[in-house]
């Protein structure tokens, strides 16, 4: 009876906040589900898409198109190194789009209809009739275009879940739920696709990829829709700010940021972790090729691991936090790769174990991207600008040190007999000797990458308090320029009025709110307002004149304190910050600053093409009003940020104000 009772609690629950959010929190049932069944969509719209990858462990391009192990690699790595202009491009456009839509949903939006296209254009290439060189060339160019999209689409998804809510818990609960829901996706994919891939060969075989894939990504690509529209973004900003950020100031401050090196340097060292991977697949095509649509069965049974670890997510984060889990899986995920070695030759010793490791190893993809969002947080609170897809810029250094790295496994292969046939896995000493050394080499990546986060020291408490000076900074700033509204107030009150009232391990939060009121009479953030006030008082035309005399005089500055040394360091960047700005303005603004038309840019985006001629004419007028747009932010920067300073300082000396109308709304 009571779970009877439960169950007719939560569905009552579902129905009251459907559209509408449960108190406390943002984002409603109705766009957890959108997200969750569009997740399903998106791995159906691009199941076919991720069966191509340059890799040896890659049945399709490996053994169906029957490209070399090293071979891959070289194409890999020359793929990455053309890749980093197509990361730069992404990048800039997630961190400078001012969509309506949002930073993340436009891109999901336009980007699943061409990788659907490109990957089943990919298959359905004559590679029988071609020779090994121009195999080569046609793989290498296909994987390129497709990787210009693929990004969009898979980093898309789990990325809109950052930015839903602000509320780290809350961001938890939807990936939990929402990917508990995609799951259902591979889990009828792994279980029917070997079966039907018997009707075409195997999983070795083309046909299986020109028939089967392309049939499930046209099937998954109107459901995929559901993550662009019936989707929010959720970022903490103050309403009149633009989303632009330069590479060089990204760079600048992401270099900075603690946690964004702890995080991708566990990623970059522990590159040997999934070499393990393998086993079961190729156990199965390979080791019993006559029982390899059985390979469904069992990994539907594996995957049903996750569905526990999606369902108890959300409870283990609140108690555990997420570094504590991390933690804890990555040693799980040692112990039984430690188990795997003496029992790899018995079938169901490896799906039991794979069983319990996929029940540790889904909880990744909640905890790392509530990492990576709580980073984001952290970093827009200390440098005062959101940054999202630059992060992947700084990234590339992975991808560099790939170059290197990603030559190891290959090499495994080719060491343990693995070189130009893939048949010769057929052999069981060949194949065995192999996975042996895999194992080993997982072992070692599982060990490596978990050493980086015993400095990572970001509690779920210090994230709540950063959330909560960042919805002050920006419920300040849009008081003072009138775009505050009363719920925003309300909820800027109550965060105030709430310094003290935690107690234990939440008692960080009241230190994060003092901190940051406190700092607003400080004599750092005093002299940065002076500046500001001074540059405003001049006028935007003052931008054009930089004193080199001035930013001398900064420099030799005598500093013996720790305030003075702060002070210095502010003006000297706000100094550099300027001369950028005097460079851009005369170089492009000789008779003085021009803004951008908004009526312009309203009426291209409204714009009908009729045509091919004509739609190639309005994305080229496009591109030049966004490059326009994108150098007049530029340029006039300096002059955002210290109106935007003062404005922000304006609305904390009228926090008597706010707090009044607040209580005269409540009486009402």
């Not at 129905?15 to 791995?43: D, N, S």
């Not at 001012?98 to 490109?118: E, Q």
């Not at 200390?382 to 790939?402: H, N, Q, S, Y």
Request: net charge positive.
């Amino acid at each position: 009876m009571k779970l009877v009772s439960k169950v007719k609690g939560m569905v009552s629950d579902v129905k009251q906040h459907w559209t509408t959010p449960k108190p406390g929190r943002l984002v409603p049932y109705k766009e957890v589900a959108a997200y969750g069944f569009g997740g399903m969509g998106i791995y159906w719209a691009t199941i076919l898409s991720s069966q191509i990858g340059l890799s040896a462990n890659n049945f399709l391009v490996g053994h169906a198109i029957n490209l070399k192990p090293v071979d891959l690699q070289i194409m890999l790595n020359i793929a990455n190194l053309i890749g980093f202009a197509i990361t730069f491009v992404r990048s800039y456009f997630y961190d400078n789009i001012n969509s309506k839509d949002g930073k993340i949903r436009p891109f999901l939006k336009w980007s699943l209809v061409p990788l659907a296209v490109l990957s089943t254009a990919f298959v359905w290439m004559p590679y029988e009739r071609m020779e090994y060189y121009q195999k080569v060339i046609v793989v290498e160019i296909f994987y390129l275009a497709i990787s210009f999209f693929s990004p969009y689409v898979t980093e898309g998804f789990y990325m809109l879940a950052q930015v839903m809510s602000s509320d780290s818990n809350e961001r938890t609960d939807v990936m939990s739920i929402g990917q508990l829901l995609m799951s259902f996706a591979p889990t009828l994919s792994n279980l029917f696709v070997p079966y039907l891939a018997m009707l075409t060969g195997g999983m070795t075989d083309l046909r299986t990829y020109r028939i089967i894939y392309p049939i499930i990504s046209i099937v998954g690509l109107p459901l995929a829709f559901l993550t662009y529209s019936g989707t929010r973004e959720r970022i903490i900003k103050p309403k009149d700010e633009p989303f632009s950020v330069t590479f060089k100031d990204a760079i600048v401050t992401i270099s900075k940021n603690k946690y964004y090196w702890i995080i991708n340097i566990a990623g970059w060292i522990g590159f040997l972790e999934s070499a393990s991977g393998v086993i079961l697949t190729w156990t199965f095509v390979y080791g019993m090729p006559e029982k390899q649509q059985h390979m469904g069965l069992a990994t539907t049974i594996i995957s049903n691991g996750a569905l526990w670890a999606m369902l108890s997510a959300p409870f283990i984060i609140r108690k555990l936090g997420k570094r504590n889990l991390l933690i804890g899986c990555n040693i799980a995920n040692v112990i039984l790769l430690s188990l795997l070695y003496p029992f790899y030759k018995n079938m169901i010793a490896v799906i039991v174990i794979s069983y319990i490791n996929n029940f540790f190893s889904v909880f990744y993809n909640i905890y790392f991207y509530g990492l990576n969002a709580d980073m984001k947080d952290y970093h827009q609170y200390k440098f005062r600008e959101r940054v999202d897809g630059m992060f992947a810029v700084v990234g590339t250094i992975g991808t560099v040190l790939g170059f290197g790295t990603g030559m190891v496994i290959p090499v495994l292969y080719q060491r343990m007999g693995l070189k130009d046939d893939y048949s010769v896995l057929y052999d069981a000493t060949i194949r065995e000797n192999l996975f042996e050394v895999l194992i080993i080499a997982s072992i070692v990546g599982a060990i490596l990458n978990v050493i980086p986060y015993f400095f990572y020291d970001m509690t779920e408490q210090k994230h709540a308090g950063i959330v909560k000076v960042l919805k002050l900074r920006a419920m300040f700033g849009d008081y003072a320029a009138g775009n505050a509204d009363p719920e925003q107030l309300r909820e800027g009150i109550e965060i105030i009025e709430s310094v003290g009232t935690y107690t234990g391990k939440e008692a960080v939060i009241n230190d994060y709110i003092r901190e940051e009121l406190d700092q607003y009479s400080s004599p750092v953030f005093l002299a940065t307002l002076s500046d500001a006030r001074e540059l405003v008082a001049a006028g935007i035309g003052s931008l054009r004149y930089y004193n080199e005399d001035a930013y001398k005089e900064i420099k030799s500055r005598v500093c013996t304190t720790k305030e003075e040394k702060e002070i210095r360091k502010n003006a000297l960047e706000r100094a550099k910050a300027l001369r950028k700005s005097a460079t851009l303005f005369n170089k492009h603004y000789p008779d003085g600053i021009v803004t951008p038309d908004a009526r312009l840019k309203d009426e291209l985006h409204s714009r009908e093409a009729k045509g091919m001629k004509e739609t190639i004419r309005l994305k080229k007028e496009i591109s030049q009003f966004k490059k326009t747009e994108s150098i007049y932010n530029n340029t006039i920067k300096p002059f955002v940020q210290a109106e935007r300073l003062i404005k922000e300082y304006e609305g904390f000396s009228n926090l008597d104000l706010i707090r009044q109308s607040v209580n005269e709304a409540s009486e009402v």
